[in-house]
């Protein structure tokens, strides 16, 4: 079945600073690729999602890149804010489905 | 208001006893789905629902059962709650599956003695 590894763990950056978080897969036919932000004690919510078909897609802060080839895809925040600290989670859906495997989070913590 | 309702928010039961969380939602999405979080563990979903009556299952649907006999619900069903199943749980949904924003629920934490 589909594995998701996500690295790093933890992360700590200065604000203004970039931080990236990056997932592999292992399922080829995987063709949806979300990214979820959970603040402590709150709910997850869908921050950015990527297709198989778009290399690399932005908001904002916030972008997120594709390689199919070697099947792994990054978030990367920039100029980084004290309200970006939380949890991330990658998630993969497996196959066309509806089926999401998730990454096991990073902790983000910006230091003012 | 546009949003995801779940209840009970939080329940204390006693191994074996059927427990039904419920979840709701107001937007007529089509696809909703469960998902469980365990310290450690991360988010895992347990079971999915692409419309009325097509239901599938997740990465962890043992002990579960689901149900979408109308759109706007999707009850999770544990027929014999077991400790194991301690856990914080999120329903959410969105008008399809990916590309569209996805409501979260704001959880039920579960506890099995």
């Known amino acids: 079945g589909e594995n998701v590894e996500q690295h790093p763990s933890t992360l700590s950056v200065q604000e203004g600073d970039s931080a990236v978080i990056k997932c592999t897969y292992s399922d080829s036919a995987s063709n949806y690729f979300p990214w979820y932000k959970q603040e402590l004690g709150k709910r997850p919510q869908l921050i950015i999602d990527?297709?198989?078909?778009?290399g690399e897609k932005k908001d904002q802060r916030i972008a997120v890149t594709l390689n199919k080839t070697a099947k792994h895809f990054s978030l990367h925040i920039t100029e980084t804010q004290p309200e970006d600290s939380a949890v991330y989670f990658c998630?993969?859906?497996?196959?066309?489905?509806?089926?999401?495997?998730f990454g096991k989070g990073t902790k983000l913590s910006v230091k003012p | 208001e546009a949003q995801v309702t779940q209840n009970p928010r939080y329940l204390i039961t006693v191994t074996g006893k059927k427990l039904t969380v419920t979840c709701s939602q107001n937007m007529n999405h089509e696809y909703m789905s469960w998902y469980r979080q365990d310290p450690g563990l991360g988010l895992r979903q347990i079971y999915y629902s692409m419309n009325v009556e097509v239901t599938d299952k997740g990465d962890v649907p043992e002990g579960y059962k689901v149900s979408r006999k109308e759109k706007r619900n999707f009850p999770l069903i544990l027929e014999s709650p077991s400790p194991n199943q301690t856990s914080l749980y999120f329903c959410?949904?969105?008008?399809?599956?990916?590309?569209?924003?996805?409501?979260f629920g704001p959880g039920t934490r579960l506890t099995v003695t």
């Open positions: 959410a949904s969105s008008l399809s599956m990916g590309g569209s924003r996805e409501y």
């Open positions: 990527i297709r198989s078909n778009v």
């Open positions: 998630a993969v859906s497996v196959g066309s489905q509806g089926n999401l495997i």
